[in-house]
Every structure is written in structure tokens, then in C-alpha cells.
């Protein structure tokens, strides 16, 4: 290889490394999308009161608390819990298997499970210096 080439192909090493660095910190917008719909289909739930669905969407060990925490069964225990409409989605960050679905008034805590996405926390609200506060998690 020339001397003259050989700066140009260790340019170009470069950026692909730093291109495959860069690829895998971020999520495929796959992931972000399909994260972002499993807390449309939640939110919507909450919002027309369809208890089963909410249910059918926490992740195993979220529904497990709030059976445990109610004494009651799936969609029995859901409708205990507090749980208000937060509206559409702003904004899905995906990091690994986990995910943040912040809504116009709440925000959600996802897990990738091999069915899919799935809720780990619910009615979340920021606490200043603080982890979020949540009505509805897993333990």
C-alpha cells in the first residue's frame, strides 16, 4: 500500500469503528417503535377502562406486586390501583432491554420480554433529586 493510501484507509478504519460504536449505543428505531406501541396499547387500556388488557400488558413480576399488594386477582387487582390516562407519547428512550415512555402526563417504565414489551411501572412521577415515584411496579 502506498503512503498515500494508507492515511486514507486508516481515515476510513476509523470512521467504521466509530460508525459501529456509535450504531450500537443507540436503539433501531424497530425497538424505539415497538416499545413506543406496547405504551399506546396500555395507555389506551387505561384509558377505556379495559382492565384485562392492562393486565395482559404489565411484565410478570409488575403483575405479581399488584396481586400480591391487592389480594386479588390480574384485572381485579389493576383496577385498585390509581391509575389515570396519561395521554400520547413524546418521547421512547431504549436502552438495552429497557425502556422510558414519557406521556403528556405520566411516564412509563418498559422491559423487552420474549412475548414483547411489557410494563414494569406505571403512573411515574419525577421526584426532584429523587427516583421517579410510581403507582404501579414490580418488585
Known sequence: MSRQRRPAALVLLAVAALAAALSACGASHERVDAA???AKVFEQAVAGGDRAQMCAALAPQTR???EDSD???GAEAISEEDLVAGGPVRRVDVWGRQARAVL???TLFLSQFPAGWKILAAGCRPQPGQPYQCSVKGG
Open 36 to 38: 413506543s406501541d406496547a
Open 71 to 73: 389480594k386479588k386477582a
Open 64 to 66: 405479581s406486586e399488584v
Open 104 to 106: 403528556a402526563s405520566d
